[in-house]
């Protein structure tokens, strides 16, 4: 269960930074939009990028999702990567968050491989 923080800043046009761990165990840190459900974290990437890959391999992630008004307003979520979501709902997804971010559908262009949602389990949330 997502807490009522976490959504209310997921949510709204804020970004977010998953950190994902490489093969030798270091971590990777992306800036990122982000969406969040009742039950999970949400994350639209590309199966053909590097954190899809690391999340295949070793699928724990934190997630810190931080207010634009206000960056001393964040939360963090730790967890794992415990669904994903490939097809039509992954492309609707994009578009959803292109939305929020920039007012406009997301460019087809800019997709070179499938769009994928990256469903983030909490197993810690911090305000």
């Given at each position: 269960m997502i807490e009522d923080k976490?959504?209310?800043?997921a949510r709204k046009a804020n970004f977010a930074t998953i950190t994902t761990l490489l093969q030798?165990?270091?971590?990777a840190?992306?800036?990122?939009?982000?969406?969040?459900?009742?039950?999970?974290?949400?994350?639209?990437?590309?199966?053909?990028?590097?954190?899809?890959?690391?999340?295949?391999?070793d699928p724990r992630v934190s997630v810190v999702i931080w207010d634009h008004e206000n960056?001393?307003?964040?939360?963090e979520v730790r967890g794992r990567v415990a669904e994903t979501v490939t097809g039509d709902e992954a492309r609707r997804h994009i578009d959803d968050l292109s939305m929020k971010y920039t007012g406009n559908a997301y460019d087809p262009a800019a997709i070179q491989t499938e769009r994928?949602?990256?469903?983030?389990?909490?197993?810690r949330q911090r305000a």
């Amino acid at each position: 269960m997502i807490e009522d923080k976490v959504k209310e800043l997921a949510r709204k046009a804020n970004f977010a930074t998953i950190t994902t761990l490489l093969q030798d165990g270091s971590p990777a840190t992306h800036v990122m939009w982000v969406d969040a459900d009742d039950e999970f974290v949400l994350i639209n990437t590309e199966t053909g990028r590097a954190k899809y890959r690391n999340v295949q391999r070793d699928p724990r992630v934190s997630v810190v999702i931080w207010d634009h008004e206000n960056s001393y307003d964040y939360v963090e979520v730790r967890g794992r990567v415990a669904e994903t979501v490939t097809g039509d709902e992954a492309r609707r997804h994009i578009d959803d968050l292109s939305m929020k971010y920039t007012g406009n559908a997301y460019d087809p262009a800019a997709i070179q491989t499938e769009r994928v949602i990256l469903k983030v389990a909490p197993d810690r949330q911090r305000a």
